[in-house]
Nanobody, 119 residues
């Protein structure tokens, strides 16, 4: 089974940048589609970005132009580059396998990483 470990979170000021990593313990990117999700206190979990094996990506409207999802197959790692961070980006970010072409989560393997953006 695949396990995912997220890292790279932290506390930054508005306008700053962070790059999140999701290290997979198994072969994932050739057999599963992956995505990043986030959840802030008192709010519903939302899909942030996803990528499929063809390299197609999809982003939530709130992060378009600021976030970039990518993957390194050689390292079996998923990334989320976050630029121009806003306080409303504050949340716990998790990676997960998704049903390709959708935001439907098949499984969460990581425990998430906290991102805090101060104004």
């Amino acid at each position: 089974q695949v396990q995912l470990v997220e890292s790279g979170g932290g506390s930054v000021q508005a306008g700053g940048s962070l790059r999140l990593s999701c290290a997979a313990s198994g072969h994932t990117y050739s057999r599963n589609c992956m995505g990043w999700f986030r959840q802030a206190p008192g709010k519903e979990r939302e899909g942030v970005a996803r990528i499929d094996s063809d390299g197609n990506t999809r982003y939530a409207d709130s992060v378009k132009g600021r976030f970039t999802i990518s993957q390194d197959n050689a390292k079996n790692t998923l990334y989320l580059q976050m630029n121009s961070l806003k306080p409303e980006d504050t949340a716990i970010y998790s990676c997960a396998a998704v049903f390709c072409g959708s935001w439907v989560v098949l499984a969460y393997w990581g425990q998430g990483t906290q991102v805090t953006v101060s104004s």
